[in-house]
């Protein structure tokens, strides 16, 4: 799936940069560049984006207040030189905010913030209105980085995940992936209900567990340990 993306920055460097990142990422699509607040407001009030990248030092309107103009406004990220600025986005529902000089590494961490809130409001769907029972939370995925490359994954396909040090390994329905993360990290990412940590060093996806026991369980022909902190969720989630 790919989101339609709007930049808005007076800025032409600045503009070039935030464009050239969501060109290079494979799940977004630029749609629109403004350096003209007025000229976007007058594209966004005729088409539909999925998200609007906009700096908030801008001259003759700023960011903050193009965003409060707009009826339904997209998910937002507001970009500026000064973190001072940060609260009045947060206040207006942000998704984020960057701060400049952008590096690719955090303007990635904030599109992926995208995906998670896209995939959790489709789960949110699935499971409260029954209009929409031809969709499954399988309809969900990530992007995992492995080595400087980034591996789109299906949740559905993830059956549990192990750490590794400094790294995490999903183990999937066909191989495995390893990438540098913490199991906390994971749990952030991935925003089901069919996710749980069950010990220090193991998240299952309780779709492809066959038997629980009360100190293991098993999924295909992996038995998983399950350590006492973690029982009582696990025993709440199944009931």
Known sequence: MSYSVVAIDDEKLALDLICDYVEKTPFLSLKARFRDAFLAIDYLSKHSVDLLLIDINMPSLNGIDLVSS???????VFITAHADYALQGFELNALDYLVKP??????????????????????????????????????GYIFIKVDNRYERVELADIR???????????????????????????????????????????????????TVHRDYLVIGKQDISISKSYLKELQCRLN
Do not use: W
């Not at 707009?70 to 937002?76: A, I, N, R």
């Not at 896209?118 to 769907?125: D, E, G, I």
């Not at 540098?180 to 567990?209: A, C, G, W």
């Open 70 to 76: 707009l009826p339904t406004p997209p998910k937002v």
């Open 102 to 139: 952008v590096r690719y590494s955090k303007f990635l961490k904030t599109a992926n913030k995208l995906v998670e809130t896209a995939t959790f409001s489709l789960h949110h769907k699935t499971t409260t209105s029954p209009h929409n029972e031809c969709l499954s939370f399988e309809d």
């Open 160 to 210: 549990y995940i192990e750490a590794y040090g400094d790294y995490v390994i999903y183990y999937l329905n066909k191989g495995k992936l390893l990438s540098i993360k913490t199991m906390t990290q994971v749990l952030e990412t991935i925003q089901s209900r069919d996710f749980i940590r069950v010990h220090r060093s193991y998240i299952v996806n309780l779709r492809h567990v066959d």
